[in-house]
Antibody, heavy 116, light 111 residues
């Protein structure tokens, strides 16, 4: 199984941009789609979107207008940006592999808190 | 609608006893290729979720055979034949037939 390691800023102010990156170890970037998922007490687990090695993306319609997922194949990394964050975006964010219409390996999670 | 609904949301179980979790989808989860993309995850306290079961009934490598999945269409079940202490955590169903959505989670605890 692949290993995923993620990082990014954990404390944001309202209206700022959330930015997280996930690196893949021990696997091929071209094999799968790669997802971002978040978990909050109020919303439970929520899939944000995914990207494949060519940059093809799929997004959750409820978040599409504020989310961008990108890929850097040279570094085996993919990234998440969420614009104009509010307190409702406070959550633990996970990166994950998503092969064959499933979510497989998960990163360690990053707590992102939005507070003024 | 691919809303996923689990029951019960809380599941106290005596060690060694069986447990069962139900998951219902608002629409059939059969994809155009004939497969059903319904999966089960386990999240132990303080850990990331991990996949236990994929495509209804296929156990992930390393998952004990006391875990089993069944169901079809819109109704699915995860069963644990004999609960052990390491099974404490939250169990989620999720569908991958149309993007991804998750159930609310079922918290399993030891009585």
């Amino acid at each position: 199984q692949v290993q995923l390691q993620q990082w990014g800023a954990g404390l944001l102010k309202p209206s700022e941009t959330l930015s997280l990156t996930c690196a893949l170890y021990g696997g091929s970037f071209g094999d799968y789609y790669w997802s971002w998922i978040r978990q909050s007490p109020g919303m439970g687990l929520e899939w944000i979107g995914e990207i494949d090695h060519s940059g093809t993306t799929n997004y959750n319609p409820s978040l599409r207008s504020r989310v961008t997922i990108s890929v850097d194949r040279s570094k085996n990394q993919f990234s998440l940006k969420v614009n104009s964050v509010t307190a409702a975006d406070t959550a633990v964010y996970f990166c994950a592999s998503s092969p064959n219409f499933a979510v497989d390996s998960w990163g360690q999670g990053t707590l992102v808190t939005v507070s003024s | 609608d691919f809303l996923m609904s689990q029951s019960p949301l809380s599941l106290p179980v005596t060690l060694g006893q069986p447990a069962s979790i139900s998951c219902k989808s608002g629409q059939s989860l059969v994809y155009s290729d004939g497969h059903t993309y319904l999966h089960w995850l386990q999240q132990r306290p303080g850990q990331s979720p991990r996949r236990l079961i994929y495509r209804v009934s296929k156990r992930e490598s390393g998952v004990p055979d006391r875990f089993s999945g069944s169901g079809s269409g819109t109704n699915f079940t995860l069963k644990i034949s004999r609960v052990e202490a390491e099974d404490v955590g939250v169990y989620y169903c999720m569908q991958g037939t149309r993007l991804y959505t998750f159930g609310q989670g079922t918290k399993l605890e030891i009585k």
